[in-house]
């Protein structure tokens, strides 16, 4: 950078020497550049340094003013983007810094001081007109947005003016002006809805009633100590005090992003006023009802309570007697919404969410009621002793996650890699479908025993484009294995049904008449009940098919699932013996390996009813399931129930998981679908009888 005597800055890039080469791509690039002019400086910023952006307008803003000024920008912006990206391995980078560099060479020759005789006065007197020309005096005349540009535009020259002039020669008229900005700021923030913090006539959509009482319950901060290390020079206002509220104060404890508590301000009071507004009397309306934020905690706190259920834990959304319940309850949505607008790509985990929630709550609980003391507690924090930043909570919780996601995206290898090779959300979230995620050491597990768990890699040691070595971890419950046995296993039930369909058709078929009324003769209906064995040997295969196509699972399976699908095949297996023994007993004048098996049970009293006891007791699971089918309430209790005498029984008709259980329809809805299939089933086997199988014979 230039000073009045034309010497370079200390630590600012090399100046251009004849020597100095530019490629012929980088030559015209900027070419181009020169011909377009120097408005389009912001929107040439690679990806990779739009930090730079903003003060790049700010030159394009104030060159007309003062091009001497605007030079300084752009040359504070240069020495960031060299900052940010000292070997120019960006895309686009070096193109943009080569145009940059060049562009900075003919202001410097062009450009001169106006208000001062050098570049530190300079920039310092036109920080101060520009602050009383059009802050101080313009700030009643000029609308909001228009103001917010302003202040934009003096925060980026003030960070500019900080590297210019000393820190020692900047007098305090200057630093004044500059808190004043950062004062200024805050009530003209960028807002959605909501302008909570504009000066001047307040919007009308502040006066609606429901706004103004869920914003008063919001800044209920009674009992609740607001750490003096979190309140900027602002706050220490007492008029700025008034106006902290739960969700600054849960920022002070955890940490969480400036931006972060603004939207989740504006978003829970919107909530509460949309909810508590519906059926209410505008006439008397100071308070939110009693009623209106226990609701919206049982639509916020649904799946977190049903999690609490599986894992049969204790909620930690509870309230002790004599407290305010309203602002406990207040406090709790607020650190759950704070939570999900940080929780980026962890937000496809809703397991995970619920799993740092319940660790939070516990804190804010001994804050409130124990003896943890804010800040400096060992439950959160450890031994930290300062007060937490804008990115404790990232810093701290959703890294350290983070860095597992994205080790395991790194695996697939650009999608080319098998599914069974690398975990995606869902079986990373799974991990927190069991107790063993309560044990992790709050939050310092997240980066060890986490970690370890899931194989992580450390980001040092890992390359772009390139699966991480070491041995991965297996997949949940569930790998894909690609073979078209799926297409049976998947739809078991369905092939089960066709086959024996189409076995009991034959069978009938083949009769003297051919006629649907021979399955009422005795002999016919007892060869029809051989269906019952050639669905014994499809369960069979199904089963088998389970333990085959889900081995590579077996290593992260409970010891309770791995006994369910031997058990499943066991018993599978039995019935593909009893029930050929029990028919076989039944046949009269036996030949062949019927008549093997008829000698295995010749001594048995009753053997023309064997096979049909036998049957009765192989149907009673599918008699059960098939009751419990049109009982849809009774399931979604049953699915949902971790009594000890039901979970067994559930835990042998279908595995155990989180997602999916008890979704059920209505029994109308039930009923209508059931009598949809009978009819277009009986239309079908009609057909199929007729059509297909009587035509075809001779």
């Known amino acids: 950078m230039a000073s009045s005597s034309g010497t370079k800055k200390a630590g600012g890039p090399p100046p251009r020497t004849q020597s100095t ?67 120019s391995s960006g895309r686009g980078v070096r193109q943009f810094k080569t145009y940059l560099l060049h562009k900075l060479e003919k202001e410097e020759e062009e450009t001169k001081p106006r208000l001062a005789r050098n570049d530190p006065k300079e920039i310092m007197a036109y920080y101060q007109n520009f602050y009383n020309g059009k802050i101080k005096e313009g700030q009643y005349a000029k609308k909001p947005e228009e103001m917010a540009k302003i202040l934009q535009i003096a925060s980026v020259l003030y960070d500019v003016l900080k590297t210019v002039v000393p820190p020692e020669k900047v007098d305090d008229q200057t630093h004044r002006y500059a808190e004043d900005v950062q004062r200024k700021r805050e009530q003209y923030e960028h807002y959605n809805i909501l302008p909570l913090n504009a ?3 307040k919007a009308a959509i502040m006066e609606l009633p429901e706004i103004k009482a869920a914003l008063r319950a919001l800044r209920n901060v009674q009992n609740l100590s607001m750490p ?5 020079a602002p706050h220490d206002l007492p008029e700025e005090r008034n106006k902290l509220d739960i969700l600054d104060w849960l920022s002070s404890v955890f940490g969480f992003q400036k931006g972060n508590v603004a939207n989740q301000r504006e978003h829970l009071i919107l909530l509460l006023a949309n909810m508590d507004v519906r059926k ?17 905690m049982d639509k916020i706190f649904k799946n977190y309570w049903s999690w609490c259920n599986y894992l049969r834990c204790e909620q930690n959304t509870r309230t002790p007697p004599g407290s305010d319940k309203q602002q406990i309850q207040l406090i709790y949505i607020g650190l759950y919404l704070l939570i999900w607008g ?44 300062a007060a937490p930043d804008e990115e404790t909570f990232l810093r701290t919780v959703i890294t350290p996650i983070y860095q597992v ?19 995606n959300y869902d079986d990373l979230n799974e991990y927190f479908w069991s107790k063993k995620c309560l044990s992790l050491k709050w939050p310092t597990g997240l980066k060890e025993e986490f970690s370890v768990h899931s194989d992580v890699v450390s980001p040092a040691h890992e390359t772009p484009n390139r699966v991480p070595a070491g041995k991965s971890k297996p997949k949940t419950n569930f790998v894909e294995a690609r073979t078209f046995w799926h297409l049976y296993r998947s739809f078991d039930r369905m092939w089960i049904f066709f086959i024996m369909a189409f076995q009991a058709m034959v069978i009938v078929a083949w009769t003297p008449d051919g006629s649907p009324a021979a399955l009422f003769d005795e002999d016919v209906f007892r060869s029809v009940l051989t269906i019952f064995i050639t669905q014994a040997f499809l369960n069979l295969l199904q089963a088998a098919l389970d333990i085959v196509l889900s081995f590579n699972a077996w290593w ?32 009269q004048n036996p030949t062949g390996v019927v008549k093997f098996f008829s000698n295995l049970t010749e001594n048995w009293q009753n053997q ?41 029984f559930m835990w042998w008709a279908q595995p155990k998981l989180y997602v999916g259980r008890g979704l059920h329809e209505g029994m109308f809805q039930l009923l209508k679908y059931t009598l949809f299939w009978i009819m277009l089933l009986i239309c079908k086997l009609a057909f199929s009888y007729y059509v297909e199988v009587i035509c075809s014979y001779p």
Not at 228 to 232: D, I
Not at 283 to 293: H, I, K, P, Q
Not at 572 to 582: G, Q, Y
């Open 280 to 296: 209410r009397d505008l006439a008397d309306y100071t308070e939110l009802r009693g009623s209106t934020v226990p609701k919206l």
């Open 556 to 587: 992260s399976l409970k010891i309770t699932q791995i006994l369910r699908y031997l058990l499943k095949f066991a018993v599978a297996a039995a019935w593909a013996v009893i029930l050929p023994i029990c028919y076989a007993s039944s046949v």
């Open 608 to 648: 023309g009813s064997l096979y049909n006891y036998a049957v009765a007791i192989y149907l009673i699971p599918n008699i059960l399931a098939a009751l419990l089918f049109f009982l849809p309430q009774l399931r979604r209790i049953m699915e949902r129930s971790n009594s000890h005498v039901v979970t067994p």
């Open 21 to 87: 080469k530019m490629s012929r791509a980088q030559t015209m690039f900027v070419d181009v550049q020169n011909e377009d002019g120097p408005a389009i400086d912001s929107e040439l910023v690679p990806s990779s340094l739009a930090a730079i952006a903003p003060i790049l307008r700010v030159a394009n803003e104030i060159e007309k003013d003062n091009p001497r000024v605007a030079y300084l920008c752009r040359f504070h912006a240069f020495e960031k983007a060299h900052r940010m990206d000292p070997s």
């Open 405 to 423: 996601l994205r080790k395991e995206a790194k695996r697939n290898n650009g999608g080319k890699a098998s599914h069974s090779r690398w975990r």
């Open 342 to 385: 940080e929780a980026s790509n962890i937000r496809f985990m809703p397991e995970c969410i619920c799993y740092i929630f319940h660790k939070m709550a516990e804190y804010v609980y001994g804050i409130l009621f124990g003896n943890v003391r804010p800040v400096t507690g060992d439950t959160y924090h450890g031994s930290q002793t």
């Open 199 to 201: 000066v001047g006539a």
């Open 228 to 232: 003096s290390v979190t309140t900027n």
